[in-house]
């Protein structure tokens, strides 16, 4: 059996899938995420490692015609070409093969609903990272992936189509199937800071804000963590023992599944 993981980033799905296959293989356009990705395998120490190849999804010419179980996209749904992708995953995909694609939202301060516009507002202010995300694709994301349209005439089996959104009580208005939160973990505030700073938002606008740091030389991330750290010890009931220590981060997901027809 094989599996294939479409934008492997640094191979973090791939790795976790790799022991369920007889073979894995992780694609990513990228030469330097791959070299991650490879680099995390050897140190992984797994006895299954996946192949990895520097490769668009929507291009597999490596792979053979219906010769793979199953093909997964990690937080990578929303860049694809999903015209071309499709048409490439139905060669690839046995009869009965399955796609999946998942994607996981903003954070979310567990337990602390009070907290989480302070996040969308950092994320999306127009006068903090908002301006600096890549569109289309972080709104296709943040939107669960709501404007992907999978595709429904053969060989795709319409009937198996699911959308499934883990996202608990944060998206009342999100209509389909909604299951609890699966995402989620403890992060200290060390933890949080290093989080943060991956985001490409923070990287563009570091870029065209080199000098934007406040009287005690704190930046836009140590500000807002300042600002989240303070307005969430002020509550009267809240563990300061705790607080201090960090928090319970969760992640809204939003899973997308299809099969390719038995015939």
Not at 43 to 70: I, N
Not at 85 to 94: D, G, Q, T
Not at 95 to 117: K, M, Q, S
Not at 238 to 243: F, I, P, Y
């Amino acid at each position: 059996m094989e599996i294939v993981p479409c934008r492997s980033y640094q191979g973090q799905a791939t790795l976790e899938v790799a022991d369920q296959f007889k073979e894995a293989v992780g694609c990513d356009p990228s030469e330097g995420m791959i070299e991650n990705a490879r680099l995390a395998a050897e140190q992984s120490g797994r006895a299954r490692k996946p192949t990895f190849v520097v490769s668009p999804a929507e291009k597999l010419p490596f792979l053979g015609d219906s010769s793979v179980d199953m093909a997964i996209a990690a937080q990578a749904a929303h860049w694809f070409n999903y015209k071309t992708l499709f048409s490439e995953l139905a060669r690839v995909l046995k009869p009965g093969g399955t796609v999946a694609l998942w994607n996981y939202a903003e954070l979310r301060f567990g337990g602390r609903p009070a907290l989480d516009p302070l996040i969308s507002e950092y994320s999306h202010g127009e006068k903090s990272l908002g301006p600096h995300w890549q569109q289309p694709g972080r709104s296709i994301l943040e939107g669960y992936l709501q404007k992907i349209s999978l595709p429904t005439s053969e060989p795709w089996n319409a009937t198996s189509i699911r959308r499934v959104y883990y996202v608990g009580d944060y998206e009342p208005s999100l209509q389909g199937e909604k299951l609890p939160v699966i995402l989620k973990k403890h992060l200290t505030w060390d933890a949080f800071r290093s989080y943060l700073r991956t985001w490409s938002s923070l990287h563009d606008y570091l870029v065209r804000h080199p000098d934007d740091k406040d009287s005690e030389g704190r930046d836009i991330v140590d500000r807002f963590i300042k600002d989240v750290y303070e307005k969430g010890e002020k509550p009267p009931n809240t563990d300061t023992k705790a607080w201090k220590e960090g928090f319970i981060a969760e992640w809204p997901l939003a899973l997308l599944l299809l099969k390719k027809g038995d015939k």
